[in-house]
């Protein structure tokens, strides 16, 4: 009984907010994107990249500054990402690839650089700070849960309504998707598809580069260049899972993070498992929950992937 009081306690699920926010801000940018047409497994790479820019921020001006940094960084990388897949027409896979792959060289090129006698690691930098919900954190155990968390956090949950208003609710959003439908057909309406799919995939970046900034300067104090660990991809699975809702793609994220929390209380806890093992169990669990649904799930956009050809 005193096990699974550990287990469950309401400290594994107020880490599983935190652990499943950079994961939400990723599955986000991945709706975005690929809602548009375009695939974006770079969201890896701009998570990494907005970690980066948000530790060099906040060391030469604050923690504040460089989360914008950190996003900017992101969205830049979204550009970029827009600009070889939509105007270049490169193969969306490999251009992703390559941002993902410049994005853990990068980082360990500069380090030693701005930071003399480090490599790989940034030193510790100013963070942003949690903060106390007025009224809510007084609630017992739904304040103990929500009512003390980092702004990132809320920040994080407040776009999921925001985003799945944009896409399905506002003139743009319908665009987005149309673009990401059948991108002829839009056209033909007068709508300019790279425009589209240029907006969307550089606010995926943004997302993805908030997110990224969240795991350096609010969830940890420094940069690590494998600090993301895979959240970029899983994020594109809990899209899936979601069925390319943001709505949908949340609860896949909450689940990864609940999954997360668990194996951690688990570890602490004494339970007497292999820590490999404990620490495979959130991917394991996603890829178990991916695999159940296969078949099952909604058709990704018609268009996702095609470059398009203006005629």
């Known amino acids: 009984m005193e096990l699974l009081i550990k287990l469950f306690s309401i400290t ?26 375009v695939i974006n497994i770079g969201l890896e790479g701009m ?3 907005g970690a980066f820019s948000a530790v060099v921020g906040s060391w030469f001006f604050g923690a504040w500054t460089g989360l ?17 897949s939509v105007t270049l027409k490169a193969n969306q896979i490999i251009s992703a690839t390559a941002i993902n792959i410049m994005a ?9 650089v701005i930071w003399e006698n480090h490599y790989g690691i940034s030193p510790t ?34 776009l999921v309504p925001l985003i799945s208003f944009l896409l399905f609710k506002t003139k ?18 007068g709508i300019n598809v790279y425009r589209m799919r240029y907006i969307a995939v550089t606010i995926s970046g943004l997302l993805a580069g908030l997110g990224g900034a969240f795991l350096s300067i609010a969830y940890q104090s420094q940069f690590s260049s494998a600090m993301t660990a895979g959240r970029g991809f899983i994020g594109l699975a809990a899209m899936i899972f979601g069925r390319w809702s943001p709505k949908g793609a949340l609860l896949a994220c909450l689940l990864f993070g609940f999954a997360d929390a668990f194996q951690a209380s688990a570890q602490s806890a004494g339970v ?29 956009p018609a268009a996702n992937g095609k470059p398009y050809y203006k005629g």
């Open 68 to 84: 914008l940094l950190g996003v900017l960084t992101g969205g830049l990388m979204g550009l970029l990402h827009a600009f070889m």
């Open 172 to 189: 743009l959003g319908l665009r987005i998707r149309a673009v990401g439908e059948h991108p002829l057909a839009a056209d033909t309406l």
């Open 125 to 158: 930098v100013p963070v942003i700070a949690d903060i106390n919900l007025p009224l809510i954190s007084s609630i017992p155990i739904i304040g103990d849960i929500i009512g003390h968390q980092n702004p990132i956090v809320y920040i994080a949950l407040l």
């Open 104 to 112: 853990v060289g990068l980082p360990n090129i500069l380090i030693p």
């Open 272 to 300: 007497p498992i292999p820590p490999e093992i404990m620490l495979s169990f959130p991917y394991v669990l996603t890829l178990v929950a991916l695999v159940g649904l296969f078949g099952k799930i909604a058709l990704s």
């Open 12 to 37: 594994v699920f107020a880490s599983t907010l935190r652990i499943a926010t950079p994961v939400i801000l990723a599955s986000l940018g991945g709706c975005m994107s690929e809602r548009s047409g």
């Open 47 to 49: 998570m990494l990249m």
